[in-house]
């Protein structure tokens, strides 16, 4: 299915405001509120709209500090993949691994309180991984900017 500009509207205001109702979002993209139940259903279902999600403030919610962990594998055999994968997405703490081509060969992305708190999540579980070679961390001193909304 290939989206139309109708579409592209929906998924934009949807991506600012999930929570919206229907009449409200039939509103803003200037349909009737039955033709545009139909279409977020046909979204839905053709996979488009994965989830709606609430978004947590990290700070209120006791992790403010963002720590980027770059990992090296000691081989790149299917097995060794496969089992650091399934090790890493048990941390609680990882909220992004994402498999990269260059210098390391995954990024992680880790929520912790603060430095203690880090090297306890670092200690515990990051050390653990399996066929790890190498692993450096870098902490982000400020969020510029954030986003979850994708281009449309």
Known sequence: MSLDTTDRRILAAL???????????????NLSPSACH????????DGYIR??????????????S?????ITLQAQADEVLEAFERAVARIPDVMEC???????????????ENTEDFARIHRQY???LPG???????FSLRTVFETTALPV
């Not at 963002?66 to 770059?70: G, L």
């Not at 990269?100 to 880790?110: E, H, N, Q, S």
């Open 51 to 64: 989830n709606y999600v609430a978004l947590l403030d990290a700070r209120k919610m006791g992790v403010p």
């Open 126 to 128: 990051l050390t653990r």
């Open 38 to 45: 139909r279409r977020v259903q046909r979204l839905e279902a």
């Open 66 to 70: 963002t720590v980027f962990v770059e």
């Open 132 to 138: 790890v070679a190498q692993m450096q961390s870098s």
């Open 15 to 29: 991506q600012i405001k999930g929570r919206m109702s229907n009449a409200e979002l039939s509103e803003k993209v």
């Open 98 to 112: 994402h498999l990269m081509a260059g210098t390391a060969d995954y990024i992680l992305k880790v929520v912790a």
